[in-house]
């Protein structure tokens, strides 16, 4: 066998060995999909909270997470952050203290040091595409503190869904209407104007400052139905 064939047998050797690999880590993703529809399918209604996790805990805008996820989970709705530090463990610690449920989606990254104490339920995942169907599968409402890219990312996710009605229609609250103003007025002047979204799609975003506002937000969007979603809307949900 000359070098060249040799070379070629190697690289289809390492080829399939990648692909077996990929191929059994289908398994692991299938196990926290499983997982998270188990363990959450109950939680239901259900307040997603994002922001960031180099918040401190004597920083306004932790006070301010905390207040309203009691507020919320006093009010019957159970309150699912990332797990870790920051706006995120401000979020479970409110509704810790509650009377709902605190759940964490806790996921390893190197600006975090692992979850916070105050999870009555707690999942850990690998992949942060099934960790982001958790967030929204469940979810009657956003509620998006400041944050960096992360959140960011979480924000611009659930827009996106929403928009292209790919998710049910839910309140998406921006927290804490100074840090917004920049991005909020951005998105009017810029992207309204350039035609890149339309004119009706600031209207998915509420804007306040103050936790009771968040929750009034919450109950006047479901005013005049249930938190739970229609048969039409668990079919869109179904395609997450």
């Not at 805990?57 to 997470?65: C, N, P, R």
């Not at 503190?145 to 609250?173: C, H, N, Y």
């Not at 100074?178 to 004119?199: D, H, K, M, Q």
Request: glycine share 8%; hydrophobic share 40%; with cysteine.
């Amino acid at each position: 066998m000359n070098r060249k064939n040799q070379d070629v047998r190697l690289q289809q050797r390492i080829s399939n060995g990648q692909l077996t690999h990929e191929s059994w880590r289908i398994f692991q993703i299938m196990a926290e999909f499983v997982e998270g529809f188990e363990r959450l399918a109950n939680i239901a209604p259900s307040v997603s909270f994002f922001g960031s996790a180099r918040t401190p805990v004597d920083h306004a805008y932790y006070k301010t997470a905390e207040e309203t996820a009691r507020l919320l989970a006093d009010s019957g709705f159970s309150v699912v952050s990332g797990g870790g530090p920051g706006i995120m463990e401000a979020a479970n610690k409110g509704a810790y203290e509650g009377s709902a449920p605190s759940i964490g989606l806790n996921i390893q990254l190197p600006m975090e040091q692992g979850g916070n104490p105050y999870q009555d339920i707690s999942l850990k995942f690998q992949h942060f595409f099934a960790r982001k169907v958790m967030f929204v599968k469940y979810a009657s409402a956003y509620v998006v503190f400041p944050g960096g890219f992360g959140t960011l990312d979480e924000l611009a996710e659930i827009l996106t869904l929403v928009q292209t009605g790919k998710s049910r229609r839910i309140p998406i609250i921006l927290v804490h209407e100074a840090f917004w103003r920049g991005l909020v007025g951005w998105f009017r002047n810029t992207l309204v104007t350039e035609g890149t979204i339309s004119p009706e799609d600031m209207d998915l975003i509420r804007i306040c400052d103050e936790p009771q506002e968040v929750v009034d937000i919450i109950f006047a969007h479901y005013e005049t139905r249930g938190f739970e979603p229609s048969a039409e809307e668990r079919e869109i949900l179904l395609d997450l």
